[in-house]
C-alpha cells in the first residue's frame, strides 16, 4: 500500500559529543591487560603485553587479577562518566565519598529505561530484581556474574581495590607516557571535531569508527566519542542512559603526526577497493537495495568465488556489510568519502 506523507518533520538523530582523558585510556588498559581471550588480537604484541605485566608492582597485579576475576574494569568506566574529572585525584575523591547503595547502583550495568527500577532495586539488595537483571542479560558472556558480584560484594572492598587499580595503574603505565598518549588523544580528538562540520552525526560515527553503522534508536538523544590508542584496533561499546559510547581506536595520523602525509587507513583502504571494474559495479549494484551472494553473481556472470573474493575487499574497507545473509552497501561509507579525502588533501 502506497504511503502519503502529510509530515515535513525530519527523522530524528542523534547529537555527537566527542571527549578525550587519560582516565578513559586508564580504565581500558585495564580492560585490555586482563582480556585473556582478546589480547591476542590487539595491535601491541603480546611479547609487548607480557613485557609489561613484568614491569609491574606486585599490589599492581593482584589488582589487575581481582579485574580478571570480576570484570571490575566495566566499573570503572561507568564510572567515569558521572562527571567529566579533570584529574585522578578528582575521580578517586568521588569514588570515596560514593554511598554504599550508590556506587553498586552506578556500577550495574544499564540496560534500559524500563530495567532501572529493577536496576535500583538490586543496587539496594533485592534479590528478585537481581535474578531478572542477570535473565536480561544472559545473552552477555559476563553481565550475570558481574551483576551478581556487584549487588553482593562488599562495597568498602570494592571501593579500595577500584582506587587502588586505578590510582597505580596510572603511576605504573600512563605517567610514564603521559605527554605522548595526551598528545595523541587530544589530536585525535580535534581531527573529530574538524570532521563534525562537513559530515552527518551518522556519517561522523562511522568514520570515526572505521566504519560502524550506528542509526538512532528511540531512547538515545547522544552519541558520545572517546579516542582511546591501548584498545587498537578494536572499538569499545558501551551503553548509559540516553547516551551511546564509542571508545574507538586513534587514527594512524594522530599517532604519527611528524608524518604529515600518513594518511588514514580506511581512507587507503576504501580507495584500493574502488579501484576495481568489477567492485565498483557491484557498489552500483547495492545501491539502494539488499542482495544476495547469488543474484550479485547473476547480474555480473561471474563465478561465485571471485564475487565472494570482491565482496571480501569491499567489506574489509567497511564499503559494505551483511545482514541476514545479504549484503547491502554502507552509503555513509561511500557518501563520507569525498570529505575524508579533502580533509587528508587540506591536512597541514
Not at 506523507?5 to 578525550?20: C, G, L, Q
Not at 585510556?25 to 605485566?53: H, M, Q, V
Not at 540496560?111 to 527500577?117: A, P
Not at 552525526?201 to 550506528?214: C, D, R
Request: charged share 30%; proline share 4%; net charge neutral.
Amino acid at each position: 500500500m502506497d504511503v502519503l506523507h502529510m509530515t515535513s518533520r525530519k527523522r530524528e538523530t542523534y547529537e555527537v559529543r566527542i571527549e578525550s582523558s587519560l582516565l578513559w585510556e586508564s580504565a581500558l588498559g585495564i580492560a585490555a591487560i586482563t582480556n585473556t581471550r582478546l589480547i591476542d588480537t590487539l595491535e601491541k604484541p603480546k611479547a609487548s603485553w607480557d613485557k609489561l605485566k613484568k614491569s609491574l608492582s606486585k599490589s599492581l597485579i593482584r589488582e589487575l587479577d581481582y579485574v580478571e576475576k570480576n570484570n571490575t574494569w566495566k566499573s570503572l568506566l561507568l564510572l567515569l562518566h558521572q562527571r567529566g574529572f579533570g584529574s585522578l585525584q578528582e575521580f578517586i575523591t568521588f569514588l570515596d565519598d560514593l554511598e554504599d547503595e550508590e556506587i553498586k547502583y552506578l556500577c550495574i550495568p544499564y540496560i534500559g529505561l524500563k530495567f532501572q527500577e529493577l536496576r535500583m532495586l538490586a543496587s539496594k539488595g533485592d534479590v528478585p530484581s537481581r535474578n531478572r537483571l542477570k535473565d536480561q542479560t544472559d545473552d552477555n558472556p559476563y553481565y550475570p556474574g558481574y551483576i551478581e558480584f556487584i549487588c553482593t560484594t562488599n562495597v568498602h572492598k570494592l571501593k579500595t581495590h577500584l582506587m587502588g587499580v586505578m590510582s597505580r595503574w596510572y603511576e605504573e603505565v600512563i605517567l610514564p607516557e603521559k605527554e605522548t598518549l595526551s598528545a595523541i588523544l587530544t589530536r585525535d580528538r580535534q581531527s573529530k571535531v574538524e570532521m563534525s562540520k562537513k559530515l552527518s552525526p551518522e556519517a561522523l560515527v562511522e568514520w570515526a569508527t572505521g566504519g560502524i553503522t550506528y542509526l538512532p534508536e528511540p531512547a538515545v538523544h547522544t552519541v558520545l566519542l572517546i579516542p582511546q590508542s591501548i584498545y587498537r584496533p578494536w572499538n569499545v561499546e558501551g551503553d548509559i542512559e540516553g547516551v551511546k559510547v564509542f571508545y574507538y581506536p586513534v587514527a594512524n595520523e594522530s599517532i604519527y603526526p611528524d608524518d604529515k602525509d600518513m594518511p588514514s587507513y580506511f581512507l587507503v583502504q576504501k580507495h584500493k577497493a574502488l579501484g576495481d571494474e568489477a567492485r565498483l559495479r557491484m557498489v552500483k549494484f547495492l545501491k539502494g537495495s539488499e542482495r544476495t551472494l547469488q543474484e550479485i553473481t547473476n547480474e555480473l556472470g561471474m563465478g561465485k568465488s571471485t564475487v565472494h573474493h570482491h565482496l571480501k575487499i569491499l567489506r574489509s574497507a567497511r564499503l559494505v556489510e551483511t545482514l541476514d545473509g545479504k549484503y547491502r552497501l554502507k552509503e555513509n561509507a561511500v557518501q563520507s568519502l569525498s570529505n575524508e579525502l579533502k580533509h587528508y588533501l587540506t591536512k597541514e
